[in-house]
């Protein structure tokens, strides 16, 4: 047997391999649907538009073109194509800047010490940027595109890149390097940032001694609320009554909220957890394997007893959710909204519906696990933001079942309808949301090629869902929403809900385009043949949608070895004859995956994160893993014996303007 080192990415993906969704639901067996893409081009882009008051007006941007219905549409985008490639640093398209903001390591709150990656503490760390930024959000100080608040994810360490001499430690290497300390800095590394941004003079500079700024850890203390507070299965040692929680692990992607609150999602907790050996004495065995708990790709539970499933056994239910923030008040405490599920979130991608209601689509990121969205019982009060601060709290969860001919249901996960009642062991509500996955599985939810990032256009109420492969999908498991087996370069789906409203049940959907390099048969991708050899990428990860309604993508697997070109930003148009072309704005440098994608509300601001430069590329796991000494980019810093750093990057216009108009 092969015992290949494998790059961080690749280890983090490991547990996606096991594809740890066993249930017979949706066997949709030999059924292959090759359902033609309906191109439906009459249909009006802005029939159901919603929510103007938060967006800037069309009126605002010169000469849209008429639309059939003589609404004004977006035009499509305007800039000059990069070229696809793979070297050391970050490029943008021609007449943009791109401009680093923040480093892991630079200071966040008061007193933080100047980076030092020779000598780093926790102490350092728990003030500093964290490592691996995800999501980023921006939030306008008094209505402003160019003062506000930056909140980004810190998703997870790499110690091999982060400490000198510790190279690669995980299970096969015993953690035998891994100290005490060290395990405090990653623990300090880990959750998120708050940061106040300003642009003076075009340029992006971070506010030092901001009363914003803020550092949220794996061990930040955080309420937790919903149904699943104070439930038998959520109570430890430390917190008998089950309703507080320290930190927030594996933060992906999240959202922002119309209030002004932050949501960040817990993603793959499961790497987090340790004792494998005791995990079929567990008295929930059979639900932490549906979680692929514990995964022991951190010893930290060695050290700290609480991840250690033995020691405390329910420990890991408090883990896997959405999580609030305000960012606006530092002293806010985190609390974990549990009714909107307990599983690997990649997103909270959200809208205000048209009655008022708030929805929340959300993605399990792993192979075969599943789509959902969460409808607030309340409206949203936007003349009252604090009116919405236990909004979260009382909804409907739902899970998607995509048929086979391009229509979907949204299957209610509430207890005591269908089959999550006590005798199939779901005695409460509680439970529903803790094991989100096996009450989905019960109603036959459609399994998926691992859901990502999923963002609404408010133009014209169309959801799009970046599902990133799946090789694991054999032919006899695919299926009209899932229609490739093995899929190494992944699709994006658009759903359309029935009359326009995120609440309904009902609902239509179709595949974009099926990524991948349109020039190899075999691969079988369909972006636009007006796409050029530049424009077309493998494996949707995150997305943005712009103020005009247009689709921003961001990857994570593209590789010199797998698709002659790093991950990056490419723009997709969503409508009329362009529909599925795609075209490259910025591309990260090697071993990087591309993060984050967040638009200012003025559009002439585009915040990207760079997450893990440096690593190997992704399909050269015969080669030795980079480490600190030996990373395959120094970026951005680029002087010898500084590793690569994890940052945000500002994108804007030279001279300025907005971006791609
Ligand atoms: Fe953290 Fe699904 O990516
Ligand atoms: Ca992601
Ligand atoms: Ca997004
Ligand atoms: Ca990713």
Same mark, same amino acid.
């Given at each position: 047997m092969t015992t290949l080192p494998l790059s961080t990415s690749e280890r983090l993906k490991r547990s996606e391999d096991d594809g740890s969704n066993a249930s017979s639901n949706t066997s949709i067996g030999d059924i292959i649907a090759k359902r033609i =893409? &309906? &191109?439906? +081009?009459? &249909?009006?882009? +802005?029939?159901? =538009? #919603? #929510? !103007?008051? +938060?967006l800037p007006s069309l009126d605002a941007f010169a000469n849209p073109a008429p639309a059939e219905n003589g609404a004004a549409v977006p035009r499509a985008f305007a800039f000059d194509e990069l070229s696809a490639g793979s070297d050391t640093t970050h490029h943008v398209a021609p007449g943009y800047d791109a401009d680093v903001l923040i480093r892991w390591g630079d200071a966040v709150e008061a007193g933080a010490p100047a980076f030092d990656a020779r000598a780093q503490s926790a102490a350092s760390q728990a003030k500093q940027f964290g490592y691996n930024n995800d999501f980023i959000g921006f939030l306008p100080i008094e209505g402003r595109s160019d003062h506000g608040l930056l909140v980004v994810n810190h998703e997870y360490t790499i110690e091999e890149l982060m400490f000198p001499t510790v190279e690669r430690q995980d299970k096969r290497a015993a953690f035998a390097k891994m100290t005490p300390e060290l395990i405090a800095i990653e623990m300090m590394a880990h959750g998120g940032s708050v940061i106040e941004v300003m642009r003076r003079d075009g340029k992006w500079h971070v506010v030092e001694n901001s009363r914003y700024a803020r550092r949220i850890t794996a061990e930040t203390e955080m309420r937790i609320s919903g149904p699943a507070a104070g439930h038998a299965k959520m109570q430890t040692r430390a917190n008998p009554d089950g309703r507080k929680v320290l930190g927030m692990l594996n933060n992906c992607s999240g959202a922002v909220t119309p209030w002004g609150t932050w949501l960040t999602c817990e993603e793959n907790i499961n790497g987090y957890f340790w004792n494998k050996a005791a995990r079929d004495q567990h008295p929930q065995a059979a639900a932490l394997k549906r979680y692929g708990? !514990? @995964?022991? *790709?951190? %010893? *930290?539970g060695q050290y700290h007893k609480r991840f250690d499933i033995a020691a405390e056994p329910n420990e890991p239910h408090r883990f896997g959710w959405v999580v609030e923030i305000d960012p606006f008040d530092p002293a806010s405490v985190p609390v974990k909204r549990t009714a909107l599920g307990r599983f690997k979130h990649e997103g909270a991608g959200n809208t205000l519906n048209k009655d008022g209601r708030f929805v929340v689509y959300q993605g399990d990121d792993e192979r075969f696990d599943y789509v959902y969205k969460f409808v607030t019982d309340a409206k949203v009060d936007l003349a009252n !933001? &604090?009116? %919405?601060?236990?909004? +979260? @709290? =009382?909804g409907t969860l739902y899970v998607a079942r995509f048929l086979e001919d391009g229509r979907g249901l949204w299957l209610p996960l509430v207890h005591g309808r269908g089959q999550l009642t006590p005798a199939l062991g779901f005695a409460d509500q509680g439970d529903v949301v803790i094991f989100a996955r096996q009450a989905a599985d019960m109603l036959g939810a459609t399994k998926m090629d691992r859901p990502e990032d999923i963002e609404v256009n408010p133009r014209t109420n169309k959801v799009y869902v970046m599902l990133t492969k799946n090789d694991k999908r054999k032919a006899n498991q695919v299926d009209a929403a899932n229609p490739r087996a093995e899929s190494q370069f992944g699709h994006i789906i658009e759903i359309t809900p029935d009359d326009g409203d995120h609440a309904a049940t009902t609902f239509s959907w179709e595949i974009l385009v099926k990524c991948g390099d349109p020039s190899i048969a075999a691969v079988g991708a369909t972006f636009n043949p007006l796409t050029s050899k530049d424009g077309w990428f493998g494996t949707p990860d995150n997305c943005a949608v712009d103020a005009l309604g247009r689709l921003w993508v961001a990857t994570d697997g593209n590789s010199a070895s797998r698709t002659g070109r790093t991950d990056g930003i490419w723009a997709l148009e969503t409508d009329g004859a362009a529909r599925g072309t795609s075209k490259l704005f910025f591309r990260v440098p090697v071993g990087a995956e591309m993060c984050g994608p967040f638009f200012t509300p003025d559009m002439e601001t585009l915040f990207v994160a760079v997450q893990h430069p440096g690593e190997a590329d992704d399909d050269a796991s015969d080669a030795p893993p980079a480490t600190f000494e030996a990373p395959s980019t120094r970026w951005p810093d680029f002087k010898d014996g500084v590793p690569p750093r994890p940052s945000v990057v500002a994108i804007t216009r030279k001279g300025g303007g907005k971006i791609a108009v």
């Open positions: =893409s &309906r &191109r439906d +081009l009459g &249909r009006g882009l +802005l029939a159901a =538009s #919603v #929510v !103007p008051a +938060l708990i !514990p @995964d022991e *790709w951190f %010893n *930290w !933001p &604090r009116a %919405n601060a236990d909004i +979260l @709290d =009382s």
